[in-house]
């Protein structure tokens, strides 16, 4: 199951804003939903928390006098305003602005995490935040991260209101805009395993859409898929070892997500979900990192039309290749040039397939590109930059802004 661009976008930049500065990225998961926002095992350390740097400039680094941003980050506490870009190509290019709210700095929760054991503590986070694209799409909300007991507990919830405008593909490629409006509330549970990078626990997801497509409506989307409610019940499993959520040099990330919609969730059909995804990173010599990434997603049942599997590659518009099963395998290098700059490239491919079309019938699609870094946060580890990509089923190309890892 998958959620699409709206949610996708809403749930991308709220993910951001509350886990990449709290503990985890959040990624992509079930239907017209954004996806997981959980907190992973691990977290960036912070180089020092003792207190902020009184040489020079909040915004520039001491150590080479070079713009970073680490002092905001590590010691804000409250609320702190946060513009952001949207460069989804399935709708379009835009922006918006969020509040986010610290409730303790992330320096203070490396205090707390020092006297707990060692362990860095995720702080608790909320944020609300709205956006606009240029084809007309919107959506605004707000979420909360939290964790409890040092960190052996983590809980979210997500609430929002999208209203998105996307095209549907088909099996046979013809493009059939549509725009879809829905309330999408997701909440997550999670209990570490003693003291492990393992974490168990659930995930309930609802999802109310009203769709309306311009024109007629495509022969293999049934009537009552246009008015329909998705709610969904899943068993998670996490398991994290990166040594920093922000933009990681090394270790691995896995997520599985067994999920089933039923009446008795507030969902209109009846239909399971299955999803594996998973990220390592290597280094590749002194200054080079090698990342890998997999992702598999089935589903089965009647499972509505927006809330199928789709591939997403940069390069790829969000619902372009999907099915009731997709597969796909990618790969990222970054190369760092200077000590602040640094390159990367990448490149993937996938096929999404159906009943109708096997999965030897049905073509691979690909997507790739290059892009550029600057270590925006040293103390913290996050990089930032700007890809440029292409992929299959497009002539045009596509600017994708990333603000730490671009795999969530």
Do not use: C
Not at 46 to 52: G, K, L, Q
Not at 115 to 128: C, H, N, S
């Amino acid at each position: 199951m998958n959620r699409h661009a709206s949610a996708l976008r809403f749930h991308f930049v709220l993910g951001v804003l509350l886990l990449s500065f709290a503990g985890r990225s959040s990624a992509q998961e079930p239907p017209p939903a954004p996806a997981a926002v959980p907190a992973s095992a691990s977290a960036p350390q912070p180089a020092s928390p003792a207190a902020p740097t009184q040489v020079g400039s909040k915004y520039r680094d001491p150590l080479d006098g070079a713009f970073d941003y680490s002092e905001v980050l590590l010691f804000h506490r409250g609320f702190l305003p946060v513009p952001f870009l949207v460069t989804e190509p399935a709708v379009g290019y835009g922006g918006g602005l969020a509040a986010v709210f610290f409730r303790k700095s992330i320096a203070e929760m490396q205090q707390d995490g020092q006297a707990e054991g060692g362990r860095m503590l995720p702080p608790d986070v909320g944020a609300v935040m709205a956006y606009k694209t240029s084809n007309g799409s919107w959506g605004a909300g707000g979420g909360y991260f939290g964790s409890a007991a040092a960190d052996r507990f983590r809980y979210s919830v997500l609430a929002a209101q999208t209203d998105t405008r996307l095209d549907f593909y088909g099996p046979r490629q013809i493009p059939r805009r549509f725009d879809i409006e829905a309330p999408y509330v997701k909440t997550d549970a999670l209990a570490r395993l003693g003291g492990s990078d393992w974490f168990v626990g659930a995930r309930y997801l609802y999802f109310g859409a009203t769709s309306r497509f311009v024109g007629d409506v495509p022969e293999e989307i049934a009537e009552r898929e246009l008015e329909s409610d998705v709610g969904r019940l899943s068993l998670l499993v996490d398991y994290d070892s990166r040594d920093n959520v922000l933009t990681p040099s090394r270790g691995t990330f896995v997520e599985i997500d067994l999920g089933w919609a039923r009446p008795e969730f507030a969902s209109t059909q009846s239909f399971e979900s299955w999803q594996g995804r998973g990220y390592t990173f290597v280094a590749a010599g002194e200054r080079a990192v090698l990342g890998l990434r997999g992702d598999l997603r089935f589903s089965d049942g009647r499972a509505p039309f927006y809330a199928k599997p789709y591939l997403t590659l940069r390069g790829i518009a969000a619902m372009r290749y999907q099915g009731d099963d997709t597969a796909l395998a990618e790969t990222e290098l970054r190369w760092s040039v200077t000590r602040r700059w640094g390159v990367v490239v990448f490149g993937g491919a996938g096929r999404a397939w159906s009943e109708r079309s096997s999965f030897s019938e049905v073509d691979t699609a690909f997507g790739g590109g290059a892009g550029f870094r600057y270590l925006i946060a040293r103390r913290l580890g996050l990089w930032a930059g700007v890809d440029v990509a292409r992929g299959s089923g497009s002539d045009d190309t596509s600017l994708y802004f990333q603000v730490g890892s671009a795999w969530r």
